[in-house]
């Protein structure tokens, strides 16, 4: 048993030695860099699509905070007079 966790430990830290080399990340950016604008490329509409609406939102809540302000300033004018 021992012997089973002596060798499955030195397995571990060989492959923690191999995976912090520049070549192995290299490799695996390499690797995975199709993939990732394959993703990117099917998700751009829809990140679009959120940036419009976030920008709607903001001059949707900007043109209520005008409202209020704009309806608060007439407001203390009737007072006043």
Do not use: W
């Not at 959120?50 to 043109?63: Q, R």
């Amino acid at each position: 048993m021992r012997i089973l966790m002596a060798k499955s430990k030195t397995f571990y830290h060989e492959c923690l030695s191999l995976m912090e080399t520049e070549e192995f990340k290299n490799d695996i950016k390499i690797f995975l860099r199709p993939i990732i604008d394959i993703i990117i490329q099917e998700i751009q509409p829809y990140i679009y699509l959120t940036i419009i609406f976030i920008s709607l939102c903001f001059l949707l809540i900007l043109g209520i905070f005008v409202l209020l302000i704009h309806n608060k300033y007439l407001y203390q004018q009737k007072l006043i007079l």
